[in-house]
């Protein structure tokens, strides 16, 4: 499983790259890897217990009531004692506590479910960048499910509200996975990601040009679209790149990323896609997670 992969990677030793064709079987096998629907057979509901016994109905001996405890109920506190003969005023009923508004701004008839859908994080992080309202991806290369999404990002993209900031954020879990994230920085530092990021996918996933996820493997794709190789070299090594490959390691790590695709809201949620929702869903999902960011700042 992916999990269990990126787990491994964050712990144990960078792996060589020979290992490269097993580790893309794998991310392809289960880059998408969602927590199982809880949907647990109820346990048998226990055996109906046997009726008491019938109470003792033999009249107490007069020094037995004579002696009994007043009922608990006529001292209360506060309580007053009716006239002999009185009749008692029934108590006033207890007023309902008044039901919460529910906030017109986010719907909540089609949540998703806490849990499933997405996860509150225990702690909220930092966001990745400043102002706004926060959408994060982590993501990978060699992922499936990441490069399925795509097309659906894309234009969910381009029809985001001005409130909303966009980011992302390469899966950065050791060995060849460090090497992706290198050559994706170092395209955004020379003004070549918007045109290679799809066909990042493609090339991984479809055309397979890649046997070993090498440093020069990476740097001969983007050569193609025409970035000077050996300068992008030089980037992917740079210490602007070190320090951005440090930083998306530790925001996966301190938002508990452990597949991909994964949706990192505001610092405050983690959003993943389910089998039932799938990329759809999972959009959905960081909707209404924005609204709800959106409303929690709007109100007094």
């Known amino acids: 499983m992916l999990s269990s992969w990126l787990a491994v990677n ?12 097993l580790m893309l079987v794998l991310g392809l096998a289960a880059c998408g890897e969602t927590p199982a629907d ?32 007043v009922e608990a109920a006529s001292t209360e506190a506060g309580a007053e004692t009716p006239a002999e003969g ?5 108590a006033a009923p ?3 506590a008044p039901a919460p508004t529910p906030d017109p701004a986010v719907d909540m008839a089609n949540a998703p479910r806490e849990g499933i859908d997405y996860t509150v994080l225990a702690t909220p992080q930092p966001t990745y960048g400043q102002g706004g309202i926060e959408v994060a991806e982590v993501f990978a290369y060699t992922c499936i499910h990441c490069a399925n999404l795509q097309p659906l990002l894309n234009t969910w993209k381009a029809a ?13 879990f050791g060995g060849v996975s460090d090497n992706f994230a ?15 990021h799809d066909d990042a996918f493609k090339a991984v996933l479809i055309e397979r040009r890649f046997q070993t996820g090498s440093v020069e493997e990476i740097a001969d794709f983007y050569a193609t679209h025409g970035a000077d190789r050996d300068a992008f070299l030089s980037t992917m090594q740079s210490f602007s790149v070190n320090a951005k490959i440090n930083r998306a390691r530790q925001f996966s790590l301190r938002t508990g990323v452990n597949s991909t695709p994964t949706m990192i809201i505001n610092g405050k949620y983690s959003a993943v896609a389910t089998q039932g929702g799938g990329a759809e869903g999972l959009l959905r999902t960081v909707d209404w997670l924005v609204a709800r960011e959106r409303a929690a700042a709007a109100a007094p």
Do not use: H
């Not at 009185?86 to 029934?90: D, I, S, V």
């Open 38 to 69: 809880s949907t647990a057979t109820a346990p048998a509901p226990a055996a109906e217990p046997a009726p008491a016994a019938a109470p003792d109905t033999e009249t107490p001996a007069p020094e037995a009531v004579e002696n009994a405890p």
């Open 86 to 90: 009185e009749t008692p005023a029934p």
């Open 94 to 96: 207890e007023a309902p």
């Open 10 to 21: 964050f712990q144990e030793p960078v792996p060589d790259e020979a290992s490269f064709p």
């Open 182 to 196: 290198r050559g994706f920085y170092a395209a955004e530092a020379m003004g070549l990601l918007d045109k290679t």
């Open 160 to 172: 985001l509200p001005s409130d909303v900031r966009f980011v992302y954020v390469p899966g950065a």
